[in-house]
């Protein structure tokens, strides 16, 4: 897992831009059929030795935030928007890459040119360019382009159990869910790895239109702040405590028994599991819940820490409880009433 997880997140794509993402996942998924949507999300549909009753639909996105550059400026320097929700703290000083492997430094106006109220705050991100090492537009159009987009770069680098790196939200939620078509499943299922979640959760709303499942996990990557000076429900959840099943986030109110029924099957099978102790954030489980006639929906997440940024943390052993909750859920879904 460690070394697919390693893979994934080495692949870089921002929302939007997903390709060499999907074509990855595509070589590794054997004789499965599949089907790529006009969004470009990848719908693969793997037979088990069992039909079952229910439809079930696993998901997780393939993009990451990242940059998209709009203006080059008259000294070289490259103005940008992000790809979603990254703050500006994340971006200063960083280091992106372009698809075409341009590489830039994010910065800003020099310390000892800053106005005392400048000094004391957060800089804007439209204060912000980046720097490719051109000294004019004209060397600088060499390199970058309007709409090009940039992710940042990163050594996917282990502390032990923990795996630092770069968009760990969510190619851990690819990994999970190519070990699991890798190692096949006792029922018919359907596996949709989406596009432009971070903009938006807008891939989900047309793989889940197609697939009109009656149940849906989605997998994805969440906040832990389980560091110093955050306390009880502000921890939101916990590196090495298992699999954080939401209860609750700012784009879906999950059932309250498909909540139960998770850590009852977490329980019964010997699965470490957490509750996401605060309402916050929100993942494609917003669009998929709502498509159709409605899709009977959980999230089962691996806790992340320094989410958004060039240095996610996140501990193997969650991943692979991860892993291990949703076989079980999606076998229990399957024949559910």
Do not use: W
């Not at 400048?118 to 980046?130: F, G, M, Q, S, V």
């Not at 890798?182 to 790895?193: A, E, Q």
């Amino acid at each position: 897992m460690k070394e697919l997880i390693k893979t994934l997140c080495s692949l870089d794509r921002a929302s939007g831009r997903e390709d060499k993402v999907r074509d990855y996942i595509i070589s590794q998924i054997g004789e499965n059929e599949y089907t790529v949507d006009a969004l470009g999300n990848l719908i693969v549909r793997v037979k088990g030795e069992e039909k079952g009753k229910n439809t079930v639909m696993l998901c997780s996105h393939m993009d990451e935030v990242g940059v998209m550059a709009t203006f080059i400026k008259p000294d070289g320097t490259v103005k940008f928007n992000t790809v979603g929700g990254i703050q500006s703290t994340a971006l200063l000083g960083k280091t992106v890459r372009f698809e075409n492997g341009t590489v830039g430094a994010i910065g800003v106006k020099p310390v000892h040119l800053l106005e005392k109220d400048e000094r004391e705050k957060a800089p804007e991100t439209d204060k912000l360019y980046i720097d490719v090492g051109a000294s004019s537009k004209e060397d600088a159009e060499k390199l970058v382009s309007p709409g090009d987009t940039a992710v940042f770069t990163s050594e996917f680098t282990e502390m032990g159990e923990k795996l630092l790196s770069k968009a760990i939200d969510d190619r851990a939620g690819n990994a999970v869910m190519l070990k699991m078509i890798k190692n096949g499943v006792r029922y018919d299922t359907v596996f949709c790895f989406n596009v432009q979640e971070e903009v938006g959760l807008r891939g989900a709303k047309t793989s889940t239109f197609a697939v009109s499942p009656d149940y849906a996990i989605v997998l994805e990557a969440t906040t832990a702040a389980d560091v110093t000076g955050a306390e009880d429900e502000k921890r939101v959840c916990v590196l090495g405590e298992g699999a954080a099943v939401s209860l609750m986030d700012r784009a879906t109110v999950y059932s309250p028994e498909l909540y139960k029924k998770v850590f009852e099957i977490a329980k019964e099978n010997g699965i470490k599991a957490q509750p996401k102790t605060m309402v916050a954030g929100g993942n494609d489980a917003g669009s998929v819940h709502v498509s159709g006639k409605g899709v009977k929906t959980v999230t089962i997440n691996v806790p992340c820490r320094y989410i958004h940024s060039p240095s996610c943390v996140c501990d193997i052993r969650d991943v692979e409880q991860v892993y291990k909750l949703a076989t079980k859920v999606s076998e229990y879904f399957t024949n559910a009433d």
